[in-house]
Nanobody, 116 residues
């Protein structure tokens, strides 16, 4: 079992920055890829960024150049640095961890609200 706890969400003005953190615990040695997803009200959950255990990253086109995902494999934390935030970035952000199981683990989510 893997537990994921997100933190760092909040209210920020457009153009501002936030850093999200996701701390993993439990059977962390089973984790391969980790990522961030988001779900805006009334919309489906979408990928924001992923990072492999070796540090290879992937981003949604909508956040490229503004968001940076990183990972500390010693502390078992994945970060999402979000710069130049836009109102359309408003959503609940969820941490995700892939293991050998078919279904990934999810955190409880942290709300990000960007005011115009």
């Amino acid at each position: 079992q893997v537990q994921l706890v997100e933190s760092g969400g909040g209210l920020v003005q457009a153009g501002g920055s936030l850093r999200l953190s996701c701390a993993a615990s439990g059977s962390v040695f089973t984790i391969d890829d980790m990522g961030w997803y988001r779900q805006a009200q009334g919309k489906e959950r979408e990928l924001v960024a992923t990072i492999t255990d070796s540090g290879i990253t992937n981003y949604a086109d909508s956040v490229k150049g503004r968001f940076t995902i990183s990972r500390d494999n010693v502390l078992n934390i994945v970060y999402l640095q979000m710069n130049s935030l836009k109102p359309e970035d408003t959503a609940a952000y969820y941490c995700n961890a892939q293991t050998f199981r078919p279904d990934p683990y999810w955190g409880q989510g942290t709300q990000v609200t960007v005011s115009s």
